[in-house]
């Protein structure tokens, strides 16, 4: 967690101001420390999605896919972050994934079927799955090992702009 250091040189009441003012903006406050948490962890989603999934490549659909997101939730007090496969429109246009396509065999040859998505695909080859024919296919978990491998670094990502962010609102 970070911490800032608050030196009182007048009054309480000096401090109580301060406290007050900060946690008016305190969804501001919170904004960037949280976007670049989730911005780190891109690298290491697509490094392990090109490493430790047997298909994935450098720029496929799931690849281009990835990112992170941070927002302001309904209430407007709340920050809102999300990292991990996302479903992009521009992402599936430039890898032809919207338009539907034309099954080649099979009893349902000739009719037309839509793309899988990426947070679908992502999903199973997080968490393996299991095909028609039963055998079951083993998940590779790309996204949990990277969170859970660098959370310490996110952390102190975190901690230090949130530092940085307090001092620079308290004027310190």
């Not at 401090?15 to 900060?22: I, N, W």
């Not at 780190?40 to 450098?58: I, Q």
């Not at 028609?132 to 959370?151: E, I, K, Q, R």
Request: charge should be negative; hydrophobic fraction near 40%; proline fraction near 5%.
């Amino acid at each position: 967690m970070a911490k800032a250091v608050v030196r009182v040189t007048s009054d309480f009441n000096e401090l109580v101001t301060d406290l007050l003012s900060l946690a008016d903006d305190l969804p501001g406050v919170m904004m960037e420390p949280l976007m670049l948490r989730w911005k780190f962890l891109n690298l290491p989603f697509k490094s392990n999605w090109v490493s430790l999934v047997p298909w994935g490549r450098a720029g496929d659909y799931v690849y281009d896919s990835i990112g992170y997101n941070t927002e302001y939730g309904d209430s407007g007090s709340d920050v809102v972050g999300m990292a991990g496969v996302f479903l992009i429109d521009s992402v599936g246009e430039e890898h032809g994934k919207n338009e539907k396509y034309q099954i080649s065999r099979g009893p349902n040859k000739g009719k037309y079927k839509a793309h899988i998505k990426a947070p679908q695909l992502a999903y199973w080859a997080e968490f393996g799955y299991s095909p028609n024919n039963g055998a079951v296919v083993p998940g590779y978990p790309f996204l949990g090992n990277a969170f859970y491998m660098t959370v310490s670094q996110q952390d102190y990502i975190f901690a230090e702009v949130l530092d940085a962010s307090i001092k620079v609102r308290l004027g310190t």
